[in-house]
């Protein structure tokens, strides 16, 4: 069985057109039955193999077909462009009976038959009946060139015989399905074209956190083996906290500010700071980063796997303000300074922070 199929497809509006439809719309890009009738049908633009004498294969509708519905395929083939049938159905009665009588029988009911046509061009008619509350809705069409068919390695005296053909196809159909299916196992396995079930099992198989969105999965998933490198050091909790919230952090490591470092200017405010617990650091982030609580404690959880085995992290939320002697954030619009003689009158806006007064402050 060849692995490799040519596929016609039809699935949005723009290759809809050149068609003829009956009791159907277009909605967004599919064909839906229209309101109040029960029975639509497609005469879809015709399909050029460019080659004489070709055998066309299998068709497989992508249609909703809900339950007091159904679907019927009509087919023909020649190596002849021109079918005055075909330039003359606006002038024809637009009920089933007129497909029946331009085409013949039907190939078969159902979404996915198989051809016995050969010719350069292709005609499909598609008949969607519907009589419930929901309606038929053909989403595409897929026309399988004809490859390896399991008649193909009988004796030429069963080749010709319709019955054989369409009983094999049955299970050559099933086949094909199965060869596709191993064919599509690396397309599946690659972040940019896997479904979204897939990518959330890569996801998983790969550690990578699968509460992401699906575009972020596809664009982590390629490099994930490369940031595990470096994922439990500074640079990779780095990348994890901003992935996380967005803000990029500042980590202070406790052989950085070790208390009985013979250098260390300060041994008693870095204990008060930072304690003497070689394996916890201090992860500073300013204060505005989490809107609620829940967010916070989500985060913290979440960075329980991300940080080295046998380690504590503190969360150390730096206020825009200054304290002397403690975790000190200075922002751009932060200043130190002294007070400020002011003239207050009747221009003067005094605010809720303006401090007046003060009876030491001249001495």
Same mark, same amino acid.
């Given at each position: 069985?060849?692995?490799?199929?040519?596929?016609?497809?039809?699935?949005?509006?723009?290759?809809?057109?050149?068609?003829?439809?009956? +009791?159907?719309?277009?909605?967004?890009?599919?064909?839906?039955?229209?309101?109040?009738?029960?029975?639509?049908?497609?005469?879809?633009?015709? !399909?050029?193999?460019?080659?004489?004498?070709?055998?066309?294969?299998?068709?497989?509708?992508?249609?909703?077909?809900?339950?007091?519905?159904?679907?019927?395929?009509?087919?023909?083939?020649?190596?002849?462009?021109?079918?005055?049938?075909?330039?003359?159905?606006?002038?024809?009665?637009?009920?089933?009976?007129?497909?029946?009588?331009?085409?013949?029988?039907?190939?078969?009911?159902?979404? =996915?038959?198989?051809?016995?046509?050969?010719?350069?061009?292709?005609?499909?008619?598609?008949?969607?009946?519907? *009589?419930?509350?929901?309606?038929?809705?053909?989403?595409?069409?897929?026309?399988?060139?004809? +490859? =390896?068919?399991? +008649?193909?390695?009988?004796?030429?005296?069963?080749?010709?015989?319709?019955?054989? $053909?369409?009983?094999? +196809?049955?299970?050559?159909?099933?086949?094909?399905?199965?060869?596709?299916?191993?064919? *599509?196992?690396?397309?599946? !396995?690659?972040?940019?074209?896997?479904?979204?079930?897939?990518?959330?099992?890569?996801?998983?198989?790969?550690?990578?956190?699968?509460?992401?969105?699906?575009?972020?999965?596809?664009?982590? !998933?390629?490099?994930?083996?490369?940031?595990?490198?470096?994922?439990?050091?500074?640079?990779?909790?780095?990348?994890?906290?901003?992935?996380?919230?967005?803000?990029?952090?500042?980590?202070?490591?406790?052989?950085?500010?070790?208390?009985?470092?013979?250098?260390?200017?300060?041994?008693?405010? $870095?204990?008060? !700071? $930072?304690?003497?617990?070689?394996?916890?650091?201090?992860?500073?982030?300013?204060?505005?980063?989490?809107?609620?609580?829940?967010?916070?404690?989500?985060?913290?959880?979440?960075?329980?796997?991300?940080?080295?085995?046998?380690?504590?992290?503190?969360?150390?939320?730096?206020?825009?303000?200054?304290?002397?002697?403690?975790?000190?954030?200075?922002?751009?619009?932060?200043?130190?300074?002294?007070?400020?003689?002011?003239?207050?009158?009747?221009?003067?806006?005094?605010?809720?922070?303006?401090?007046?007064?003060?009876?030491?402050?001249?001495?």
């Amino acid at each position: 069985m060849s692995a490799t199929q040519s596929f016609w497809n039809l699935c949005c509006a723009e290759q809809w057109k050149g068609g003829v439809y009956w +009791s159907l719309e277009l909605k967004d890009d599919s064909l839906q039955l229209c309101d109040g009738a029960f029975e639509g049908i497609a005469f879809l633009p015709p !399909l050029d193999s460019r080659e004489a004498g070709f055998r066309w294969g299998r068709v497989k509708l992508s249609a909703d077909i809900p339950r007091e519905s159904g679907v019927r395929i009509f087919a023909r083939a020649s190596d002849d462009r021109v079918w005055d049938e075909w330039q003359a159905l606006s002038g024809r009665p637009r009920t089933s009976v007129t497909v029946r009588e331009i085409f013949g029988d039907a190939e078969r009911q159902g979404d =996915d038959v198989w051809l016995s046509e050969t010719g350069r061009w292709l005609w499909l008619a598609v008949v969607l009946t519907g *009589g419930g509350a929901e309606k038929p809705r053909l989403n595409g069409v897929s026309v399988l060139a004809d +490859s =390896d068919h399991m +008649s193909d390695y009988l004796p030429a005296v069963y080749q010709q015989q319709d019955f054989t $053909y369409r009983f094999l +196809s049955v299970f050559t159909a099933m086949m094909q399905d199965m060869e596709d299916g191993i064919e *599509g196992v690396r397309r599946q !396995l690659d972040p940019a074209g896997a479904n979204p079930e897939m990518l959330h099992y890569l996801a998983n198989w790969l550690r990578t956190d699968p509460s992401d969105t699906e575009e972020e999965l596809r664009e982590r !998933l390629p490099r994930a083996i490369d940031e595990y490198e470096t994922m439990y050091t500074v640079e990779g909790i780095k990348r994890s906290v901003e992935r996380l919230t967005g803000v990029s952090p500042w980590i202070v490591e406790h052989f950085a500010v070790d208390p009985n470092d013979p250098d260390c200017k300060d041994p008693e405010l $870095y204990r008060r !700071l $930072y304690g003497d617990d070689p394996y916890r650091f201090f992860l500073l982030l300013p204060q505005d980063t989490f809107g609620k609580q829940r967010q916070m404690e989500q985060f913290l959880e979440r960075m329980e796997e991300l940080i080295p085995a046998e380690t504590e992290m503190e969360l150390v939320l730096l206020k825009p303000c200054v304290q002397l002697n403690w975790h000190t954030y200075l922002g751009i619009n932060s200043r130190i300074g002294d007070y400020v003689t002011a003239v207050i009158d009747e221009s003067v806006t005094i605010h809720y922070d303006t401090t007046i007064g003060g009876e030491d402050y001249e001495r």
